[in-house]
């Protein structure tokens, strides 16, 4: 008997369905809880669904329902069953079936963000992405950059704005001004920051590397690329508050001009990319004034998938791929990459996605295969 697919998500609090989902996105999502009733059992998808709790984030309950239940579909569609993984479970053979997100505890709290550095991002990100340290003057050995030191560069070289991430979590991207500030300026700013990014310069005084410093870019239409075994599979806008209930069959191509030869000779001919094609023109992030509506740009849509195809076919591999057009220069470049079984789905056509996920010699764990710490 074959082995079973694995699953390693779980559901979240239950928000309820969304009020602005017309009747076929209800009866989707409705599917979809009877599929993961099957992973789960249905008492325990029951205690799930009987506490509602209308302050839960709705598209985390949502996009792991439809993530559980694409995983589930898709190994029924090979003729085998989904079971829950069992948690820790990293080994080569575990992680070959398996389907779902990487849990925190898997990876630590302060785990490395594996993507940063990317060569993608390096070659396409249309700006340069620097590594750089906070740390007192007097510490010994090679540190790296000096995370003011390039701040203040940067700065030099004319550009307004900058934007520092944390390598060591998801959760930290703060925008700090430059043009006109002195370097104790920028530094009061960045203690002073909000987001609490001053006790992390304390936090992680020393710690080699541990920001990543890039000029802010006008960065619009924000797109995330589904990409398994080094073709693109399905990808859709960064509109937060889409989820794949919240597709469209209006709103999706298939663009035939992308089923390239690459595509034909391989068994995944099957699965020629689906694109929603809507976008939004601004992200509200980062403090940016956000454009609140969502456009319907296949052009654009058409134009980054051009690029996401060029871009995938010199780097293969399992990843999501955000990519955005630089205003300024007009040109397509990278925002970020993430992994695959942990980036939000937004209006992604979840099947396209698991059942691609399902048939892949690289499932996206490669950092992962590795015995626990
Ligand atoms: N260099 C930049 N210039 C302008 N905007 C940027 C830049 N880098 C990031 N942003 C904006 O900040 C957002 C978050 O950045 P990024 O995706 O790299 O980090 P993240 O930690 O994954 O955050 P999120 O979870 O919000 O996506 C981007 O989607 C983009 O809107
Ligand atoms: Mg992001």
Redesign the pocket.
């Known amino acids: 008997m074959v082995a079973p697919d694995l699953y390693s998500g779980f559901l979240r609090a239950y928000p309820g369905f969304k009020p602005t989902w017309s009747r076929t996105s209800i009866e989707r999502a409705t599917d979809d809880l009877r599929a993961c009733a099957e992973v789960l059992g249905p008492n325990e998808l029951g205690r799930i669904l009987a506490d509602v709790d209308p302050s839960a984030d709705v598209e985390d309950f949502w996009e792991g329902c439809a993530r559980m239940a694409a995983s589930q579909r898709a190994a029924a569609k090979r003729g085998g069953r989904l079971r829950l993984a069992e948690r820790g479970s990293w080994d080569t053979e575990s992680l070959g079936r398996r389907l779902g997100p990487v849990l925190r505890q898997e990876t630590g709290f302060h785990a490395r963000d594996e993507f940063i550095d990317h060569p993608l991002l390096q070659r396409f990100g249309g700006?340069s992405i620097v590594a750089a340290t906070s740390y007192d003057q007097d510490v010994d050995g090679d540190l790296g950059p000096e995370l003011m030191g390039e701040l203040v560069a940067l700065r030099d070289a004319g550009h307004a704005e900058a934007?520092i991430?944390l390598a060591a979590s998801?959760?930290g991207?703060v925008r700090v001004r430059l043009a006109g500030r002195s370097s104790e300026e920028i530094l009061h700013d960045l203690q002073d920051d909000e987001s609490g990014l001053g006790w992390s310069l304390i936090h992680l005084d020393g710690v080699r590397d541990a920001f990543r410093i890039?000029?802010?870019?006008d960065?619009a239409h924000?797109y995330r690329f589904f990409v398994v075994d080094g073709l693109v599979v399905a990808g859709a806008g960064?509109i937060e508050e889409h989820t794949p209930y919240d597709r469209d069959e209006e709103f999706t191509i298939t663009p035939d001009s992308f089923v390239t030869e690459a595509l034909v000779c391989c068994p995944r001919s099957l699965f020629p990319p689906r694109l929603d094609t809507r976008t939004r023109e601004v992200?509200g992030?980062?403090g940016?004034e956000g454009t609140p509506s969502v456009v319907h740009r296949p052009d654009v849509v058409g134009r980054l998938m051009a690029a996401a195809t060029e871009m995938v076919a010199s780097c293969p591999g399992t990843y999501a791929l955000?990519l955005a057009i630089d205003r300024d220069r007009d040109q397509v470049v990278v925002?970020?990459l993430?992994g695959i079984t942990n980036a939000g789905l937004y209006a992604a056509d979840a099947d396209r996605v698991q059942l691609a996920l399902a048939m892949a010699s690289d499932k996206g764990y490669g950092h992962l295969d590795r015995p626990a710490d």
Do not use: A, G
Request: with cysteine; net charge positive.
């Open positions: 700006r934007v991430k998801k959760t991207i890039q000029p802010v870019i960065m924000e960064c992200r992030t980062l940016r955000d925002v970020e993430n």
